[in-house]
T-cell receptor
Framework: SQQGEEDPQALSIQEGENATMNCSYK?????LQWYRQNSGRGLVHLIL?????REKHSGRLRVTLDTSKKSSSLLITASRAADTASYFC??????????FGQGTELSVKP | EAQVTQNPRYLITVTGKKLTVTCSQN?????MSWYRQDPGLGLRQIYY???????DKGDVPEGYKVSRKEKRNFPLILESPSPNQTSLYFC???????????FGQGTRLTVV
């Protein structure tokens, strides 16, 4: 069972525009994480936001967390062609299992 | 350098021929996990391990076996592979504090 569901499934934008991806999860969490995957490659950790945080920034990334709505969003500002990848949210269940959403496929056109 | 190493990266095999995909991590992480990734289905967890000799099923364990005899290694065993196990497989490891997970580069398995 997937812990998170992501929206949209695919997103196509022009270079320089902002990209926003949303994630909803089902159970209570200690933290929520976002990962990036270039085509067919291993996932790379981008950012982690703890359950007592509402917003976190890292370079051009901004993550928000709303625990009352069980949702999170990832904003990539001033996108570049190199940002083209799939993005996944993930969280741990109480047993320590790390469970992923379905992912958003982002395409940034030059 | 902190890393998770999977081998092989690519594998083509025939139905029924036992195979093992190895996974090794050098970070002394307690948790290790196997996922398969299929188009439109995201990452689905196969098995995970909380420590040496402690493993549990994920969402899609049928047809797979794992073992955790040493902390650093977590091999995935397909005793009798079938074509529906053709997929991209990832191994991951993380600490007990539930922080970021580190992933291997993936194993693309084709069963014919």
């Amino acid at each position: 069972s997937q812990q998170g569901e992501e929206d949209p499934q695919a997103l196509s934008i022009q270079e320089g525009e902002n990209a926003t991806m949303n994630c909803s999860y089902k159970t209570s969490i200690n933290n929520l994480q976002w990962y990036r995957q270039n085509s067919g490659r291993g996932l790379v950790h981008l950012i982690l936001i703890r359950s007592n945080e509402r917003e976190k920034h890292s370079g051009r990334l901004r993550v928000t967390l709303d625990t009352s709505k069980k949702s999170s969003s990832l904003l990539i500002t001033a996108s570049r062609a190199a940002d083209t990848a799939s993005y996944f949210c993930a969280s741990y269940n109480q047993g320590g299992k790390l469970i992923f959403g379905q992912g958003t496929e982002l395409s940034v056109k030059p | 350098e902190a890393q998770v190493t999977q081998n092989p990266r690519y594998l083509i095999t025939v139905t029924g021929k036992k195979l093992t995909v190895t996974c090794s991590q050098n970070m002394n992480h307690e948790y290790m996990s196997w996922y398969r990734q299929d188009p439109g289905l995201g990452l689905r967890q196969i098995y995970y391990s909380m420590n040496v000799e402690v493993t549990d099923k994920g969402d899609v364990p049928e047809g797979y076996k794992v073992s955790r005899k040493e902390k650093r290694n977590f091999p995935l065993i397909l005793e009798s592979p079938s074509p529906n196990q053709t997929s991209l497989y990832f191994c991951a490891s993380y600490t007990q504090g539930y922080t970021e997970a580190f992933f291997g580069q993936g194993t693309r398995l084709t069963v014919v």
